[in-house]
């Protein structure tokens, strides 16, 4: 019988921890024991989110809702 690999992170919580950090944070610590690939995923993600986020919140600031 094979076993399906519950660790690894779902392309919806993937998208969601990219796209608002905190969540990908929340993910980290809930998953970081259990489950370490899930965690690392989500916490990567948030990661990346942060710099994306800056630069899409001065780029609306500055040019789009002038």
């Not at 994306?52 to 780029?59: D, E, L, Q, R, V």
């Amino acid at each position: 019988m094979e076993t399906k690999n519950n660790d690894t992170l779902s392309k919806f919580w993937f998208m969601a921890s990219n796209t608002v950090p905190p969540i990908g944070f929340f993910l980290f610590f809930k998953h970081r024991n259990r489950h370490p690939n899930k965690a690392r995923q989500a916490l990567a993600s948030a990661v990346i989110g942060v710099p994306i986020a800056i630069a899409m919140g001065y780029i609306m600031n500055a040019y789009l809702l002038k």
